[in-house]
């Protein structure tokens, strides 16, 4: 009989394609009720999930009898509780590298729009307020030359240095729990404290993964370190910041501005963020280009297929 499989989000079509004509397919659907009411039945038989954006632990998953693997179409896994699917001998695979580059090219989107307040201007422009040629308040922050700070040197934090390095000849600090060596010789990076770095810091980027030591690493006092010119950019969680002490520090004119992709709840509704004029919101959407989401789609399908084959899929987070 075929193998089951549960798709938890919406999925790059070929790839859907593919797996309907190998497996049987079962499709979540947030119109036919409770998410999880229909995870926690659905996987009673079922051999493998795919999918992202959706919170998969005990309280969901407890059920399962046969699940050998959870196909994660992300490199981020804080969604999933890893130390239950170890120990109920679930694997749990990722995507992680082929979205690094289009992330970084998104940190520094926002990096660049809220240090020229561009979606302002682009609506102040499009309004007709455009009457005479711009004043102070239209002013941005130069970014060529500046310093910025990167927390968290991994892959998306090394390819935020490289832009940083060759294309705006920045001077460039970084924090990271251990010291990153050989990549920061690459962009002279220096290695600094999270406090040194949030002081000297034109432009602080948060590029780490969530866990227990990443959780609320930015709050009142992180942001009250950061210099009045400063930007805040963040790309990588909503929980490494306590959002509360962001918007303050927005409010207060204690920072200059701030570029977001991620929050603490997602997706963002009804948010004193939408308030404020310094600050950019984007709907998630570090990695969403067609073509790294379908390379994403491609790599969590053969690591699915590849633990159902009974091979090590090769991006296992839990081996
Ligand atoms: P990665 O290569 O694992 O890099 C994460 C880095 O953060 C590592 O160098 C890690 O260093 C460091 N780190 C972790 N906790 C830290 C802490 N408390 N203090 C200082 N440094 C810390 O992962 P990546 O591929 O660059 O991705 C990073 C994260 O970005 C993902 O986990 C995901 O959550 C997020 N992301 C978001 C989007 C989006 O759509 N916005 C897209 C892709 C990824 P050590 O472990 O050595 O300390």
Redesign the pocket.
């Known amino acids: 009989m075929n193998k089951k499989v549960i798709v938890f989000s919406q999925l790059d079509s070929d790839i859907q394609a593919r797996l309907e004509n190998q497996f049987n397919v079962v499709m979540l659907n947030p119109k036919h009720g409770d998410i999880n009411q229909q995870i926690r039945q659905e996987v009673v038989d079922a051999d493998a999930m795919i999918g992202a954006g959706r919170l998969l632990n005990e309280s969901n998953l407890a059920p399962a009898q046969k699940l050998k693997i959870i196909s994660s179409v992300?490199?981020?896994?804080?969604n999933y509780d890893v130390d239950y699917l170890s120990q109920r001998k679930i694997g749990l695979a990722h995507t992680?590298?082929v979205?690094?580059e289009?992330?970084a090219d998104?940190a520094f989107t926002l990096l660049l729009s809220a240090a020229r307040k561009i979606p302002q201007l682009d609506q102040w422009t499009k309004q007709g307020a455009w009457k005479r040629t711009v004043g102070t308040a239209q002013y941005g922050q130069d970014v060529f030359g500046k310093t910025i700070g990167i927390?968290?040197?991994?892959?998306?934090?090394?390819?935020v240095a490289r832009r940083a390095f060759h294309g705006f000849n920045m001077s460039i600090l970084y924090?990271?729990?251990?010291e990153?060596i050989e990549v920061a010789q690459q962009f002279n990076a220096q290695y600094c404290s999270?406090d040194d770095l949030l002081q000297q810091s034109d432009f602080v980027v948060v590029?780490?993964?969530?866990?227990a030591?990443?959780k609320t690493?930015m709050g009142e006092r992180e942001f009250a370190l950061m210099q009045k010119h400063a930007v805040f950019v963040n790309?990588?969680?909503g929980s490494v910041v306590n959002e509360q002490a962001l918007i303050d520090a927005l409010s207060n004119q204690q920072i200059f501005a701030a570029g977001l992709?991620?929050y603490q709840k997602e997706p963002l509704q009804d948010s004193p963020l939408f308030q404020l004029d310094n600050v950019v919101t984007l709907p998630?959407?570090?990695?969403?280009t067609a073509e790294t989401r379908k390379k994403m789609a491609e790599l969590a399908y053969q690591n699915l297929v590849d633990a159902l084959e009974n091979r090590t899929p090769r991006y296992l987070v839990n081996p």
């Open positions: 992300s490199v981020g896994y804080d992680p590298h979205l690094t289009t992330t998104l927390i968290g040197l991994g892959h998306i934090g090394a390819a924090h990271n729990r251990r990153k999270l590029a780490v993964d969530l866990n030591d990443s690493l790309i990588a969680r992709d991620v998630h959407i570090g990695s969403a």
